[in-house]
């Protein structure tokens, strides 16, 4: 979650910077320097949109990674669920051969 939360936190600076760079552009009645924020400006709206793009990637890796993870639990545990069972069969199977056993005992 570290490289999601950085992402989300680069997204935000640059979308500060962005308002910023506006902002010193519309102040400004230098053409030179109006043109240069107006650029910076442009600049960061391509940042953004790389950030937001790998911000995406890692957002969809981490749903596949917890769906693998719930199949794989899911599996895990249809596993224990059956050997309980198995476990469970042979403890009933198990008492009934003794039972018979004692009933046997006791009739000889």
């Known amino acids: 979650m570290t490289v999601q939360k950085d992402l989300q936190k680069a997204v935000a600076a640059a979308e500060s910077a ?3 760079y506006a902002t ?3 102040s400004t009645d230098d053409p030179s320097a109006k043109q240069m924020f107006t ?3 442009q600049d960061m709206d391509r940042h953004i949109s790389q950030i937001n793009s790998r911000l995406s990637v890692t957002a969809q890796n981490s749903l596949n990674s ?3 993870n719930s199949v794989t639990n899911d599996k895990d545990n249809q596993s224990n669920t059956s050997s309980l069972q198995s476990s469970e069969t042979i403890t009933t199977e198990s008492n009934a ?4 056993e004692m009933e046997n005992s006791t009739v000889s």
């Open 18 to 20: 962005k308002g910023t």
């Open 24 to 26: 010193f552009g519309e």
């Open 39 to 41: 650029q910076m400006s």
């Open 66 to 68: 917890q769906a693998i």
């Open 97 to 100: 051969t003794d039972n018979l």
